[in-house]
Protein backbone atom coordinates (compact mmCIF):
# COMPACT_ATOMS: atom_id res chain seq x y z
CA UNK A 1 0.00 0.00 0.00
CA UNK A 2 1.67 3.05 -1.07
CA UNK A 3 1.32 6.29 1.39
CA UNK A 4 -1.19 8.05 -1.04
CA UNK A 5 -3.61 4.79 -0.22
CA UNK A 6 -3.13 5.01 3.45
CA UNK A 7 -4.10 8.85 3.69
CA UNK A 8 -7.00 8.09 1.10
CA UNK A 9 -8.13 5.30 3.54
CA UNK A 10 -7.74 7.57 6.36
CA UNK A 11 -9.43 10.39 4.88
CA UNK A 12 -12.41 7.70 4.12
CA UNK A 13 -12.61 6.30 8.08
CA UNK A 14 -12.73 9.97 9.29
CA UNK A 15 -15.35 11.24 6.88
CA UNK A 16 -17.46 7.98 7.80
CA UNK A 17 -16.28 8.72 11.79
CA UNK A 18 -17.55 12.84 11.63
CA UNK A 19 -20.71 11.22 10.21
CA UNK A 20 -21.61 8.63 12.81
CA UNK A 21 -20.30 11.66 15.53
CA UNK A 22 -22.53 14.16 13.68
CA UNK A 23 -25.19 11.74 13.59
CA UNK A 24 -25.05 10.37 17.28
CA UNK A 25 -25.55 14.43 18.33
CA UNK A 26 -28.52 14.57 16.15
CA UNK A 27 -30.35 11.46 16.87
CA UNK A 28 -28.76 9.46 19.42
CA UNK A 29 -26.02 6.56 20.42
CA UNK A 30 -28.10 3.70 18.99
CA UNK A 31 -29.70 5.16 15.84
CA UNK A 32 -29.50 2.93 13.10
CA UNK A 33 -27.31 5.57 10.66
CA UNK A 34 -24.75 5.80 13.41
CA UNK A 35 -24.40 1.88 13.49
CA UNK A 36 -24.17 2.06 9.60
CA UNK A 37 -21.41 4.71 9.97
CA UNK A 38 -19.02 3.02 12.53
CA UNK A 39 -19.12 -0.17 10.41
CA UNK A 40 -17.85 1.10 7.06
CA UNK A 41 -15.65 3.26 8.85
CA UNK A 42 -14.67 -0.13 10.29
CA UNK A 43 -14.48 -1.70 7.50
CA UNK A 44 -12.33 0.33 5.80
CA UNK A 45 -9.95 0.60 9.49
CA UNK A 46 -9.51 -2.98 9.69
CA UNK A 47 -7.64 -4.06 6.53
CA UNK A 48 -5.26 -0.97 7.64
CA UNK A 49 -4.59 -2.06 10.65
CA UNK A 50 -3.54 -5.59 9.19
CA UNK A 51 0.10 -3.89 8.14
CA UNK A 52 -0.16 -1.04 10.67
CA UNK A 53 0.90 -1.60 14.59
CA UNK A 54 -0.04 1.61 14.84
CA UNK A 55 -2.11 4.39 13.14
CA UNK A 56 -1.36 7.70 15.02
CA UNK A 57 -3.81 10.91 14.10
CA UNK A 58 -2.26 14.38 15.30
CA UNK A 59 -3.77 17.20 15.82
CA UNK A 60 -0.79 20.15 15.30
CA UNK A 61 -2.64 23.37 15.18
CA UNK A 62 -4.48 23.35 12.30
CA UNK A 63 -3.42 20.46 10.53
CA UNK A 64 -4.45 16.80 10.77
CA UNK A 65 -1.49 14.73 10.36
CA UNK A 66 -2.14 11.33 9.58
CA UNK A 67 0.84 9.02 10.92
CA UNK A 68 2.89 11.98 10.99
CA UNK A 69 2.17 13.31 7.87
CA UNK A 70 -0.67 16.19 6.91
CA UNK A 71 -3.80 15.51 5.12
CA UNK A 72 -3.54 16.72 1.83
CA UNK A 73 -6.71 18.81 1.50
CA UNK A 74 -9.20 17.35 -1.69
CA UNK A 75 -12.65 16.00 -1.55
CA UNK A 76 -12.12 14.83 2.29
CA UNK A 77 -11.21 18.55 3.13
CA UNK A 78 -14.66 19.71 4.70
CA UNK A 79 -15.00 15.97 6.43
CA UNK A 80 -10.93 16.66 8.12
CA UNK A 81 -11.97 20.11 9.45
CA UNK A 82 -14.78 18.72 10.76
CA UNK A 83 -12.94 16.11 12.37
CA UNK A 84 -10.36 18.81 13.84
CA UNK A 85 -12.89 20.84 14.97
CA UNK A 86 -14.11 17.52 17.09
CA UNK A 87 -11.34 16.38 18.73
CA UNK A 88 -10.38 20.27 19.61
CA UNK A 89 -13.81 20.53 21.21
CA UNK A 90 -12.68 17.37 23.42
CA UNK A 91 -9.11 18.59 23.95
CA UNK A 92 -7.90 15.29 22.20
CA UNK A 93 -4.43 16.23 20.16
CA UNK A 94 -3.24 12.44 19.35
CA UNK A 95 -5.77 9.47 18.58
CA UNK A 96 -3.68 6.14 18.31
CA UNK A 97 -5.63 2.87 16.69
CA UNK A 98 -3.89 -0.08 17.53
CA UNK A 99 -3.67 -3.28 15.90
CA UNK A 100 -6.70 -5.90 17.23
CA UNK A 101 -9.02 -2.86 17.59
CA UNK A 102 -12.31 -4.56 18.22
CA UNK A 103 -15.76 -2.36 16.53
CA UNK A 104 -16.99 -1.76 20.31
CA UNK A 105 -14.13 0.38 21.10
CA UNK A 106 -14.88 2.47 18.08
CA UNK A 107 -18.69 2.51 19.15
CA UNK A 108 -17.31 4.00 22.01
CA UNK A 109 -15.37 6.59 20.97
CA UNK A 110 -18.00 8.15 18.78
CA UNK A 111 -20.39 8.15 21.74
CA UNK A 112 -17.39 10.15 23.71
CA UNK A 113 -16.72 12.21 20.90
CA UNK A 114 -20.47 12.94 20.50
CA UNK A 115 -21.39 13.27 24.27
CA UNK A 116 -21.79 16.47 25.72
CA UNK A 117 -18.17 18.85 26.58
CA UNK A 118 -18.27 18.00 29.94
CA UNK A 119 -17.85 14.39 29.41
CA UNK A 120 -14.10 13.90 28.36
CA UNK A 121 -13.22 10.86 26.17
CA UNK A 122 -11.29 7.73 28.00
CA UNK A 123 -8.55 5.73 26.05
CA UNK A 124 -9.33 2.32 25.52
CA UNK A 125 -6.70 -0.85 25.64
CA UNK A 126 -6.82 -0.19 21.62
CA UNK A 127 -7.53 3.81 21.01
CA UNK A 128 -4.94 5.83 23.22
CA UNK A 129 -5.96 9.31 22.81
CA UNK A 130 -3.89 12.23 24.75
CA UNK A 131 -2.34 15.53 24.46
CA UNK A 132 0.79 16.39 22.26
CA UNK A 133 3.39 16.48 24.82
CA UNK A 134 6.99 16.04 25.51
CA UNK A 135 8.43 12.55 26.80
CA UNK A 136 11.32 14.55 29.18
CA UNK A 137 11.45 15.36 32.71
CA UNK A 138 11.94 18.93 33.36
CA UNK A 139 15.40 19.74 35.01
CA UNK A 140 15.92 22.96 37.00
CA UNK A 141 19.17 24.97 36.79
CA UNK A 142 21.64 22.22 38.19
CA UNK A 143 20.42 20.10 35.80
CA UNK A 144 18.11 17.64 38.36
CA UNK A 145 15.16 15.97 37.36
CA UNK A 146 12.40 17.99 39.35
CA UNK A 147 9.65 16.26 37.55
CA UNK A 148 7.76 15.76 34.43
CA UNK A 149 6.44 18.29 31.51
CA UNK A 150 3.91 15.28 30.77
CA UNK A 151 3.84 12.18 29.02
CA UNK A 152 2.63 10.95 25.87
CA UNK A 153 -0.34 9.38 25.26
CA UNK A 154 0.20 5.99 25.31
CA UNK A 155 1.95 6.14 28.24
CA UNK A 156 4.18 4.32 28.07
CA UNK A 157 7.01 6.00 27.00
CA UNK A 158 10.49 5.90 29.05
CA UNK A 159 11.62 9.71 29.66
CA UNK A 160 15.30 10.59 30.17
CA UNK A 161 17.26 13.99 30.79
CA UNK A 162 21.00 14.92 30.52
CA UNK A 163 21.62 13.84 34.05
CA UNK A 164 21.05 10.52 33.15
CA UNK A 165 23.19 10.12 30.41
CA UNK A 166 26.82 9.04 31.46
CA UNK A 167 29.37 11.25 30.69
CA UNK A 168 31.65 8.88 28.26
CA UNK A 169 28.22 8.81 25.91
CA UNK A 170 28.09 12.44 25.88
CA UNK A 171 31.94 13.17 24.48
CA UNK A 172 31.19 10.15 22.39
CA UNK A 173 28.33 12.36 20.71
CA UNK A 174 29.74 15.16 20.28
CA UNK A 175 32.57 14.38 18.88
CA UNK A 176 30.91 12.57 16.23
CA UNK A 177 28.61 15.56 15.33
CA UNK A 178 32.21 17.64 15.19
CA UNK A 179 33.30 15.29 12.44
CA UNK A 180 29.81 15.34 10.89
CA UNK A 181 30.16 19.17 10.68
CA UNK A 182 33.03 18.82 8.79
CA UNK A 183 31.46 16.01 6.51
CA UNK A 184 28.45 18.59 6.09
CA UNK A 185 31.10 21.26 4.70
CA UNK A 186 32.53 19.12 2.23
CA UNK A 187 29.19 17.99 1.33
CA UNK A 188 28.31 21.08 0.69
CA UNK A 189 31.56 22.15 -0.79
CA UNK A 190 31.17 19.53 -3.71
CA UNK A 191 27.74 20.51 -4.32
CA UNK A 192 28.59 24.23 -4.37
CA UNK A 193 31.79 23.14 -7.04
CA UNK A 194 30.62 20.16 -9.01
CA UNK A 195 26.72 20.88 -8.58
CA UNK A 196 26.29 16.98 -7.42
CA UNK A 197 25.32 16.26 -4.02
CA UNK A 198 25.79 13.14 -2.21
CA UNK A 199 22.71 11.80 -0.98
CA UNK A 200 24.21 8.69 1.18
CA UNK A 201 26.66 11.09 2.43
CA UNK A 202 22.89 13.44 3.86
CA UNK A 203 21.52 9.87 4.88
CA UNK A 204 24.72 9.24 6.53
CA UNK A 205 24.88 12.33 8.92
CA UNK A 206 20.89 11.80 9.11
CA UNK A 207 21.08 8.23 11.04
CA UNK A 208 23.87 9.44 12.76
CA UNK A 209 22.57 12.22 14.73
CA UNK A 210 18.93 9.50 15.21
CA UNK A 211 21.40 7.33 16.95
CA UNK A 212 22.09 10.43 19.00
CA UNK A 213 18.64 11.36 19.97
CA UNK A 214 18.05 7.52 21.08
CA UNK A 215 20.30 8.57 23.94
CA UNK A 216 17.84 11.55 25.02
CA UNK A 217 20.45 14.32 25.07
CA UNK A 218 19.51 17.68 25.68
CA UNK A 219 19.65 19.10 21.85
CA UNK A 220 20.76 22.87 23.75
CA UNK A 221 23.92 21.24 25.17
CA UNK A 222 24.88 19.71 21.94
CA UNK A 223 24.34 22.85 20.33
CA UNK A 224 26.21 24.81 22.62
CA UNK A 225 29.97 22.84 21.86
CA UNK A 226 29.60 23.16 17.88
CA UNK A 227 29.70 27.37 18.48
CA UNK A 228 33.36 27.13 18.58
CA UNK A 229 33.67 25.69 14.81
CA UNK A 230 33.56 28.94 13.11
CA UNK A 231 32.02 28.29 9.51
CA UNK A 232 28.83 29.74 10.54
CA UNK A 233 26.94 27.86 7.41
CA UNK A 234 27.80 24.22 8.14
CA UNK A 235 27.43 25.18 12.02
CA UNK A 236 24.27 26.68 11.60
CA UNK A 237 22.90 23.90 9.25
CA UNK A 238 24.07 20.85 11.31
CA UNK A 239 22.36 23.02 14.89
CA UNK A 240 19.42 23.15 12.37
CA UNK A 241 19.29 19.64 12.10
CA UNK A 242 19.56 18.98 15.58
CA UNK A 243 16.83 21.03 16.49
CA UNK A 244 14.80 20.33 14.00
CA UNK A 245 14.59 16.43 14.61
CA UNK A 246 14.41 16.94 18.25
CA UNK A 247 11.01 18.80 17.62
CA UNK A 248 10.36 16.02 15.37
CA UNK A 249 10.98 13.28 17.30
CA UNK A 250 9.08 14.55 20.47
CA UNK A 251 6.21 15.59 18.81
CA UNK A 252 6.53 11.48 17.64
CA UNK A 253 7.84 11.48 14.75
CA UNK A 254 9.77 8.26 14.26
CA UNK A 255 11.17 5.73 11.46
CA UNK A 256 11.38 6.98 7.56
CA UNK A 257 9.44 9.97 8.46
CA UNK A 258 11.64 11.10 11.23
CA UNK A 259 14.72 10.52 8.81
CA UNK A 260 13.04 12.63 5.71
CA UNK A 261 12.72 15.53 8.60
CA UNK A 262 16.50 15.06 8.90
CA UNK A 263 17.37 15.23 5.25
CA UNK A 264 14.69 18.23 5.21
CA UNK A 265 16.61 19.77 7.79
CA UNK A 266 19.84 19.15 6.89
CA UNK A 267 19.40 20.61 3.07
CA UNK A 268 17.47 23.44 3.69
CA UNK A 269 19.87 26.46 2.79
CA UNK A 270 21.37 24.24 0.21
CA UNK A 271 20.58 27.51 -2.40
CA UNK A 272 23.13 29.19 -0.53
CA UNK A 273 25.20 27.19 -3.06
CA UNK A 274 24.30 29.80 -5.46
CA UNK A 275 24.84 33.00 -3.72
CA UNK A 276 28.32 34.72 -4.13
CA UNK A 277 30.41 34.19 -1.09
CA UNK A 278 30.79 38.42 -0.65
CA UNK A 279 26.82 38.89 -0.42
CA UNK A 280 27.01 35.71 1.75
CA UNK A 281 29.64 35.87 3.90
CA UNK A 282 29.40 39.80 4.12
CA UNK A 283 30.12 41.87 7.72
CA UNK A 284 27.43 44.15 8.60
CA UNK A 285 24.19 45.14 7.07
CA UNK A 286 22.75 44.07 3.75
CA UNK A 287 21.49 46.18 1.31
CA UNK A 288 17.82 45.76 -0.29
CA UNK A 289 19.20 44.58 -3.44
CA UNK A 290 21.75 42.22 -1.40
CA UNK A 291 19.10 41.32 0.49
CA UNK A 292 16.68 39.73 -2.65
CA UNK A 293 19.95 37.96 -3.98
CA UNK A 294 19.43 36.36 -0.53
CA UNK A 295 16.40 35.76 -0.75
CA UNK A 296 16.80 33.51 -3.76
CA UNK A 297 18.08 30.68 -2.12
CA UNK A 298 14.87 29.15 -1.69
CA UNK A 299 13.92 28.55 -5.08
CA UNK A 300 17.06 28.15 -5.98
CA UNK A 301 17.35 25.40 -3.72
CA UNK A 302 14.18 23.66 -4.28
CA UNK A 303 15.09 23.57 -8.27
CA UNK A 304 18.36 22.26 -7.58
CA UNK A 305 17.34 19.39 -5.14
CA UNK A 306 14.00 18.62 -7.78
CA UNK A 307 17.20 17.65 -10.44
CA UNK A 308 18.36 14.91 -7.96
CA UNK A 309 17.62 11.16 -7.64
CA UNK A 310 17.03 10.35 -3.77
CA UNK A 311 16.23 13.51 -2.70
CA UNK A 312 12.96 13.39 -0.75
CA UNK A 313 9.99 15.38 -1.90
CA UNK A 314 10.03 17.03 1.76
CA UNK A 315 13.18 18.53 1.10
CA UNK A 316 12.50 19.89 -1.74
CA UNK A 317 9.55 21.71 -0.23
CA UNK A 318 11.09 22.76 2.91
CA UNK A 319 14.14 24.21 0.84
CA UNK A 320 11.13 26.46 -0.78
CA UNK A 321 9.34 26.93 2.39
CA UNK A 322 11.72 27.61 4.98
CA UNK A 323 11.42 31.15 5.11
CA UNK A 324 6.99 31.12 4.83
CA UNK A 325 5.61 32.34 7.86
CA UNK A 326 3.16 30.61 9.56
CA UNK A 327 0.22 33.90 8.59
CA UNK A 328 1.87 33.24 4.94
CA UNK A 329 3.77 36.14 5.11
CA UNK A 330 7.87 35.54 4.54
CA UNK A 331 9.42 34.72 1.03
CA UNK A 332 9.43 33.91 -1.27
CA UNK A 333 6.07 34.81 -2.70
CA UNK A 334 3.67 32.21 -3.32
CA UNK A 335 -0.08 32.45 -4.37
CA UNK A 336 -2.80 30.55 -3.14
CA UNK A 337 -2.97 30.62 0.53
CA UNK A 338 0.03 28.24 0.51
CA UNK A 339 0.35 26.76 3.50
CA UNK A 340 4.06 25.14 5.02
CA UNK A 341 4.46 21.62 5.39
CA UNK A 342 5.17 20.69 8.90
CA UNK A 343 8.55 19.78 8.28
CA UNK A 344 8.73 23.48 7.28
CA UNK A 345 7.07 25.03 9.86
CA UNK A 346 9.36 23.06 12.34
CA UNK A 347 12.47 24.23 10.76
CA UNK A 348 11.85 27.34 10.38
CA UNK A 349 11.62 27.65 14.31
CA UNK A 350 14.92 26.23 14.33
CA UNK A 351 16.36 28.39 11.86
CA UNK A 352 15.34 31.56 13.46
CA UNK A 353 16.56 30.60 16.86
CA UNK A 354 19.70 29.21 15.77
CA UNK A 355 20.32 32.88 13.75
CA UNK A 356 19.78 34.97 17.24
CA UNK A 357 21.97 32.47 19.17
CA UNK A 358 24.98 32.82 16.83
CA UNK A 359 27.89 35.12 17.52
CA UNK A 360 28.65 36.97 14.03
CA UNK A 361 31.20 39.89 12.80
CA UNK A 362 28.42 42.25 12.88
CA UNK A 363 25.96 40.66 15.35
CA UNK A 364 26.60 39.63 19.02
CA UNK A 365 24.72 36.50 20.38
CA UNK A 366 21.51 36.94 21.65
CA UNK A 367 20.59 35.91 25.42
CA UNK A 368 18.64 33.21 25.74
CA UNK A 369 15.85 34.83 27.47
CA UNK A 370 15.68 37.24 24.73
CA UNK A 371 14.89 34.41 21.80
CA UNK A 372 12.22 33.11 23.67
CA UNK A 373 10.14 36.36 23.64
CA UNK A 374 10.88 36.66 20.12
CA UNK A 375 9.67 33.35 19.69
CA UNK A 376 6.78 33.91 22.11
CA UNK A 377 6.08 37.15 20.18
CA UNK A 378 6.30 35.53 16.66
CA UNK A 379 3.86 32.95 17.67
CA UNK A 380 0.30 32.93 15.61
CA UNK A 381 2.09 34.93 13.08
CA UNK A 382 5.13 33.83 12.32
CA UNK A 383 5.25 30.18 14.00
CA UNK A 384 2.54 27.91 14.87
CA UNK A 385 1.90 28.69 18.13
CA UNK A 386 1.42 24.98 18.70
CA UNK A 387 5.21 24.11 17.40
CA UNK A 388 6.27 27.20 19.64
CA UNK A 389 5.05 26.21 22.63
CA UNK A 390 6.31 22.83 22.00
CA UNK A 391 9.95 23.85 21.10
CA UNK A 392 10.14 26.29 24.47
CA UNK A 393 9.02 23.14 26.26
CA UNK A 394 12.05 21.13 24.61
CA UNK A 395 14.73 23.91 25.23
CA UNK A 396 12.79 23.90 28.85
CA UNK A 397 11.57 27.15 28.86
CA UNK A 398 7.96 26.77 29.65
CA UNK A 399 5.71 29.25 27.43
CA UNK A 400 3.72 31.16 29.97
FE1 LIG B 1 17.39 29.88 4.66
FE1 LIG C 1 18.82 28.55 7.58
Given at each position: MTERDLQDALSRVISLLTAAVTNT????????????????AYAVLEPLMECH??????LIGNDLLADGKPFIAGGAASSVAGFIRILKKKGVERLTFVAGLPISELEALIGDLASSESISVRSTPFIKLGKVELRIKKADKQGEVVGETGTAASGNNSAHTVAEVPPEALHELLALTSAEIDELKMLYLRAKN?????VRGVDEMVKGFIRGFRREI???????????VHEYTFTHVTNVCILTMSQAET??????????????????????????D???????????????????????GARYLMGIDGIPKLAVLSALEHHLKYDGSGYPSIKGGWQPNIASQLISIAD??????SRRSYQAEMPIGQITEVLRKGSGSSFNPQLVDHFLRLIRYQAK
Amino acid sequence: MTERDLQDALSRVISLLTAAVTNTSLYSRSHPQVAQYVHKAYAVLEPLMECHQEITLLLIGNDLLADGKPFIAGGAASSVAGFIRILKKKGVERLTFVAGLPISELEALIGDLASSESISVRSTPFIKLGKVELRIKKADKQGEVVGETGTAASGNNSAHTVAEVPPEALHELLALTSAEIDELKMLYLRAKNHKKIDVRGVDEMVKGFIRGFRREINPLGLLASLKSVHEYTFTHVTNVCILTMSQAETLGFTGEQLHQIGVASLLHDVGKIFIPDEILNKPGKLTSEERSVIETHTVKGARYLMGIDGIPKLAVLSALEHHLKYDGSGYPSIKGGWQPNIASQLISIADVFDAMRSRRSYQAEMPIGQITEVLRKGSGSSFNPQLVDHFLRLIRYQAK
